[in-house]
């Protein structure tokens, strides 16, 4: 096993501003690759991968080089690969046809740094299952993806050329990869894979619509409290075209976008790979919605794979994407200067006077916030009359949403003022304990259809159900209309609701275990 830092040489930062088009000329053989191929299951991903493979035989030798993310959530897809790799090599021929050396694998792995672990490619199965055996868990939470892809081409580029060999570089990974890592290395690489004639494969999931974060469910097993470990894996667009924000805090949702994450869809589209878009198989996946959006539906809202700066450019010079840009990164919740104004509490004190303050600070800070609200929807109304100008559906539905969730998002946080001074003056009544070692620890805020503030609301709440009733209808199947029916079927009221939560028992002075990191 051998294991790489990043390479020591200069990495062109620059960034290549040219079409799709005028990329698959520059390769200078066939189409490019699909950029979304959705399978059930790694068994349908591997039947199209052993074509690929049996395709590239017939006129040449092969390189197949298997790249495996670290991640603690891939060992069960990593297990599940090692398992059935037999298929892939042996099932529908490739063995009679690789036979003589034709065909000969590599594998590396990366999280934090890339290790190599097969140093020599071989056509022996079970030093392969053995190499994929030896893939590490990183417990980073870093995953230098396209450095990675960089570098395993790197290490076997030679052997491929003096062995006459076409290379297949198949990525396995449950995240899109470092934002910092893809930023300068992204392009680079791709570039390289061409130059390589270095088809890659992507086995990965679906990217969270317009936000870069699924999130893992994970109850620590000596505190028992609940974290949300946030997953990287999006979002399918080159920048964020959506709120990141649910309107109290950031989106916990894993709603889906019908993509890939935008890199990995790329990377496989420009060096004539596939991407294979695999359902998610945490059980623990906060919000998770496992719809699947039609392809003939999603065709008019496919994002834009070209190259970022391209994209950039494209985005400042028309005012309704610009415009909607603005919004969407001045109300970002990772921005701390924002988070001071867009995050709420949702999670209040048992202790009454602790409670009542908490309530004081949260209600002054909400009108800020509705004026913020306000703000924003004055910037977006100022720039409707661009709506109809805008030639992309998927830009159309972007404002489409934003329009209603803006409305919807400031009605909520008049009814959360609302019902919180309600609730000083009628306390609801919750026991200490539940059994059989539940304790009361805090009040938690969850959204429900009753209002208390219908006079005054009544005509905002109808607005906003219009508004997202017509993103249903003018952009029907698509994720979408199915975050304005998800907006919608959630309600405009709020509630406070009791939590509890086992405490931990004995074993106080044992060191606490770390949160992951995934």
């Known amino acids: 096993m051998v294991e790489d830092t990043l390479p020591q040489i200069d990495i062109v930062t620059a960034i290549q501003q040219v079409t799709p088009g005028e990329m698959v000329q520059e390769r200078g053989e066939g189409a490019p690759g699909e950029a979304r191929a959705v399978v059930d299951n790694y068994d349908q991903a591997f039947d199209r991968l052993t074509m690929e493979i049996l395709t590239m035989l017939e006129s040449s030798k092969v390189l197949v080089v298997w790249c495996f993310d670290q991640s603690g959530s891939m060992k069960d897809d990593q297990k599940i690969i090692r398992d059935r790799i037999d298929k892939v090599y042996s099932e529908l021929g490739i063995k009679e046809i690789a036979s003589g050396g034709s065909l000969t694998t590599g594998v590396t792995s990366f999280g934090k740094k890339f290790v190599v672990h097969l140093d020599k490619p071989t056509e022996n199965l079970e030093q392969i299952k053995k190499a994929i055996d030896a893939v590490p868990t990183d417990a980073s939470g870093e995953e230098i993806t396209s450095s990675a892809l960089a570098l395993s081409i790197n290490r076997y580029s030679e052997y491929a050329r003096r062995s006459r060999r076409r290379m297949a570089l198949i990525l396995v990974s449950d995240e899109s990869g470092n934002r910092a890592d893809h930023d300068v290395h992204l392009q680079d690489t791709i570039s390289l894979a061409r130059d390589s004639r270095c088809h890659i494969y992507i086995l990965g999931r679906e990217a969270v619509f317009g936000y870069p974060y699924a999130h893992i469910s994970w109850e620590h097993p000596q505190t028992f409290v609940i974290h949300?470990?946030?997953?990287?894996?999006?979002?399918?667009?080159?920048?964020?075209?959506?709120?990141?924000?649910?309107?109290?805090?950031?989106?916990?949702?894993?709603h889906p976008?019908?993509?890939?994450?935008?890199?990995?869809?790329?990377?496989?589209?420009?060096?004539?790979?596939?991407?294979?878009?695999?359902?998610?198989?945490?059980?623990?996946?906060?919000?998770?919605?496992?719809?699947?959006?039609?392809?003939?539906?999603?065709?008019?809202?496919?994002?834009?794979?070209?190259?970022?700066?391209?994209?950039?450019?494209?985005?400042?010079?028309?005012?309704?994407?610009?415009?909607?840009?603005?919004?969407?990164?001045?109300?970002?919740?990772?921005?701390?200067?924002?988070?001071?104004?867009?995050?709420?509490?949702?999670?209040?004190?048992?202790?009454?006077?602790?409670?009542?303050?908490?309530?004081?600070?949260?209600?002054?800070?909400?009108?800020?916030?509705?004026?913020?609200?306000?703000?924003?929807?004055?910037?977006?109304?100022?720039?409707?009359?661009?709506?109809?100008?805008?030639?992309?559906?998927?830009?159309?539905?972007?404002?489409?949403?934003?329009?209603?969730?803006?409305?919807?998002?400031?009605?909520?946080?008049?009814?959360?003022?609302?019902?919180?001074?309600?609730?000083?003056?009628?306390?609801?009544?919750?026991?200490?304990r539940k059994e059989p070692n539940l304790h009361f620890i805090h009040w938690s805020l969850g959204r429900r259809q009753k209002m208390i503030t219908g006079e005054v609301t009544r005509e905002y709440v109808a607005q906003a159900k219009g508004l997202f009733a017509d993103v249903v209808a003018n952009h029907p199947d698509s994720p979408w209309a199915a975050r304005a029916e998800k907006e919608m079927s959630s309600g405009f009221g709020v509630e406070l609701q009791p939590y509890y939560r086992r405490r931990p028992t004995g074993g106080g002075n044992q060191p606490l275990i770390s949160v992951p990191k995934l």
């Open 228 to 254: 949300y470990l946030p997953v990287d894996r999006g979002p399918e667009s080159g920048f964020v075209e959506q709120l990141q924000t649910e309107g109290f805090h950031r989106r916990l949702d894993s």
């Open 257 to 432: 976008s019908g993509f890939g994450p935008y890199e990995q869809s790329r990377m496989a589209r420009e060096t004539g790979g596939i991407f294979f878009m695999l359902p998610s198989v945490e059980l623990d996946v906060v919000g998770l919605d496992e719809r699947r959006y039609r392809l003939d539906s999603m065709r008019p809202y496919r994002p834009d794979l070209k190259v970022r700066q391209v994209l950039f450019d494209e985005i400042t010079k028309t005012t309704m994407r610009s415009g909607l840009t603005k919004i969407i990164y001045e109300m970002n919740p990772y921005n701390p200067e924002a988070a001071k104004i867009i995050d709420m509490r949702t999670t209040f004190s048992i202790n009454p006077r602790e409670f009542i303050q908490q309530v004081k600070f949260e209600q002054a800070k909400a009108l800020v916030y509705m004026g913020y609200l306000d703000r924003m929807r004055t910037a977006l109304e100022g720039i409707w009359h661009e709506r109809d100008q805008e030639v992309a559906p998927r830009w159309q539905a972007n404002a489409d949403l934003m329009r209603a969730q803006l409305l919807c998002y400031k009605i909520r946080l008049y009814e959360y003022g609302a019902y919180l001074n309600e609730f000083v003056k009628k306390p609801k009544i919750a026991s200490a």
